[in-house]
C-alpha cells in the first residue's frame, strides 16, 4: 500500500528545521567556543554553507525519487542492493541514536527540574512518540510545525534581547588558533546540520515533490544557518569568555544574564521543545527505512504494511520506537559519534550516487532540481565529508565499520536472496561495456516513479501504450512492408491470419489515406472476436512511403479492436491527436534512443487524458 502524500511546504521546513535545532546550539557553543574562540560563529556560519553544498544532491536526488527511505533508496538504485541494505540499516541506526540522544536531552532537563529517571522519561516519551506516529503523519506533523513555530518564537525573542546587551570587548583577541582552527572547528559542530537527512527519507509523503522539497530543505537549512550565526555571535558579546568556554548550557546561561529568570524559563522551554522537534522528526523519519528495506525484500514483508486508516507504518513505526529506546540503555557519547560517522558517510555515498546516475544516462531519472556545477560540487563533497569522517576518531569509525559487517552478513545470508532489482551502476557498466547486462527495470520503476510525483493521470491509452509492441525499423520502406512486418509480430496474437492482417489494413489505406501528415500515419482496423484491442506504435527514421505526398512517414501507431471496443478505438485515436500534437513531439519522438524510451516518453507526455 502507498503511502498518502499529507507533508506541505510548512511540513517538510518544520521536519528539517526541528531536526537541526537541538544540541548543536543548545549544547555545542561553549565546546566549540574553547577550539576557536570569539571566532566560533564564523564556523557555523561556514558549516552551515558546507551543508548547503552537501545536501544539494540529497535534494536532487529527492525530486528525482520522491520515496520512503530517502538515501537508502538513492544508494540502492544507483550502487546495487548491497551497499543500499547497508546503508539502509546504518541510516535507521543513525536516525535512532540521534533521536535517543534528543530523548536523552528531554529527560535530563526533566531530571534537573523534578529528579524523575532518565530511563523511566525517556521510555514514557518514546511511548508517546510513537503513538502519535502511529495516528498518522498528518497529526505528526501538525505537532511539529506547532512546536518549531514557538521554538523559532523564543528563539527570536532572545536574540532581540540579546544582541543590544552585547558587550563587543569579548570578541578580542578574535582569532585565537588562525583559520585553520575555524574550518576544524565547522567539521566539528557540522552534525548539528546532519538532520536534513530526515526529510528525504519521508519524501514520499510530501505533496509536490518537485517544488515542496528542495524549497523547503533549502528554506530550512538558510534559516537554521542564519539563527545559529545570530544565536553564537550574540552568546560570544554577553558571556564573559571563561563563562561561555565552560558551558554545556550557554545558550541558557546567556539568557539568564541579559533577561534573568524569566530568560532561563524561556530558553528552557525551548530546549525542550527544541528536543522534542528532533525526537519527533527522527521517529518519523528513522521508521521508513524499515519500510523500504520491507519493500524491497530486504526485511519480512509484513513490516512494510500500512495501516488503512492511520496510513502509517505501524509495525515500523513500533520497532523503531523500541530501537530509540535500547539505544537509551548504550553509552550515548560514543553512540552519538558514530550516528555522526554514519550521517556524513550517507553524504558520500548520496554525492556518489548523483555521479552514477547522471553518468548512466538514464532517461527517466528527471529530477526537478539538480545540483549545480557538477561534478565539481558532488567531488568536492566527497572529499570534505570523507576528512570530517576521519576528524570524529577511530572510536567512532571503528563502531561504524562493526555495524557495516553485520550488515553485509545480514545482506550475504537474507537479503542476497530475496532481491531482484536493477540499479544504475549497471546502466553504466552497459554503457561501456555490455548492452545486455540490465533488463530495463530501474527505467520501468523511475517511469512509475515520475507518474507519481507528477500526479500523471493514466488512462485506457496508457494501458494500451504500456503492452504495445514497439517497433525500431530500418528503412525506407512502403506501407505494404510495414504492413507485413506487423502481420507476423501480431498474427499470434489476435484471431486472423498474417494474410487477413495484410489485407485489412491494405484496404483499409486505400479506401482512405492514414497518412495524417508528412511525419505521422495511423493506420486502424476492426478485427474479428471479441474483447480484443492491440496497439503497435513504429519509428522509422529513414522514413515509410504511403502515398506520393506522404513519402517520409516516421512515426506510425497502428491499431484494431473488436466491435464492443469502439468507444476505446475513438479514445486512441483522440489520445494520439492530442499526444502528436504536444510541442517538440517531433524532435522528441527522433531524439530517443531506444524502444523503452519511445515507450516511457509517450506515458510521461502531458496530453490530454481521456477516463
Known sequence: MKLKKEISFPGVFSIATGAMISS????????AYAKTG???FISYFLAGILALIGILSVIELSTAMPKAGGDYYFINRSLGPMIGTISGFLGWFALSLKSAFALFGISEIIF??????HIITSGVLCLVFIVLNILGIKEATIFQVIMVSVLLLLIIIYVAFG??????????PFLNG???TIVITAGFIFISFGGLLKVASISEEVKNPKRNLPLGMIMSIIVVTVLYTVIVFAMTGIMEPQLFKNSLTP??????????FPGYVIITIASILAFITTANAGIMSASRYPLALSRDNLLPEVISRVNKRSNSPVIAVIITGILIFLSLLLPLEILVKTASTVILTSYVLTNISVIILRESKISNYKPSF???LYPWLQIFSIILFTFFIFELGAEAVEISLGFLIVCF???FFYGRKKNKGEYALLYLLKRITDKRLSENLLEHELREIIITRDQIEQDSFDNLVRKAKILDLEGPMDFRELFSIVARVISKEINLTREDIINRFIQRQEESNTAISDFLAIPHIVVDGENTMFLIIVRCKEGIKFTEQENNIKAVFLFGGTGEKRVLHLKTLASIATLVQQKDFIKSWLKVENKNELRDFILLSRRMRFQ
Do not use: E, Q, W
Not at 548543536?24 to 565546546?31: E, R
Not at 534537573?112 to 529517571?117: P, Q, R, S
Not at 545558550?251 to 534573568?260: F, T, Y
Open 370 to 372: 539538480k545540483a549545480p
Open 112 to 117: 534537573l527540574l523534578t529528579g524523575c529517571n
Open 251 to 260: 545558550v541558557s546561561d546567556s539568557a539568564k544574564l541579559i533577561m534573568g
Open 163 to 172: 544582541i543590544p546587551k552585547m558587550n563587543f570587548s569579548f570578541f578580542s
Open 38 to 40: 570569539p571566532a566560533v
Open 24 to 31: 548543536g546550539i543548545f549544547i555545542l557553543p561553549g565546546l
Open 409 to 411: 552478513c545480514f545482506y
Open 178 to 180: 588562525g583559520l585553520n
